[in-house]
Nanobody, 125 residues
Framework: VQLQASGGGLVPAGGSLTLSCAISGRTDSDQVMGWFRQAPGKEREWVGSIRWNAGGTYYGGSVKGRFSISKDKAKNTVNLQMNNLKPEDTAVYYC???????????????????WGQGTQVTVSS
């Protein structure tokens, strides 16, 4: 699959933003779509994942309760709704695709074989 993330921008603290990941190509029946982010000087961090068919969603601790992941099968997109944004959410956000992941493996970027190009999110204080 090929992925293209979009929707990044500049938003004030406390604001909201929705990122979208367009998926092209054939998806696997056990496809898992993930969102990661990387801030300057930091390692890439898992934001969350969704099972493309089963629909279960899973989140990293730093965003749980503020971010939500959804899918739109008609548009072949996965969305990341980000609420109550904080300056520490500033990062380049990437969408990624994996196949047949158990929950405990979803936070490991090495398990994702396909990556989008990233979109910048900047949260001003």
């Amino acid at each position: 699959v090929q992925l293209q993330a979009s929707g990044g921008g500049l938003v004030p603290a406390g604001g909201s933003l929705t990122l979208s990941c367009a998926i092209s190509g054939r998806t696997d029946s056990d496809q898992v779509m993930g969102w990661f982010r990387q801030a300057p000087g930091k390692e890439r961090e898992w934001v969350g994942s969704i099972r493309w068919n089963a629909g279960g969603t899973y989140y990293g601790g730093s965003v749980k309760g503020r971010f939500s992941i959804s899918k739109d099968k008609a548009k072949n997109t996965v969305n990341l709704q980000m609420n109550n944004l904080k300056p520490e959410d500033t990062a380049v956000y990437y969408c990624a695709a994996a196949v047949r992941l158990i929950v405990s493996s979803m936070d490991n970027e090495r398990n994702y074989k396909n990556w989008g190009q990233g979109t910048q999110v900047t949260v001003s204080s």
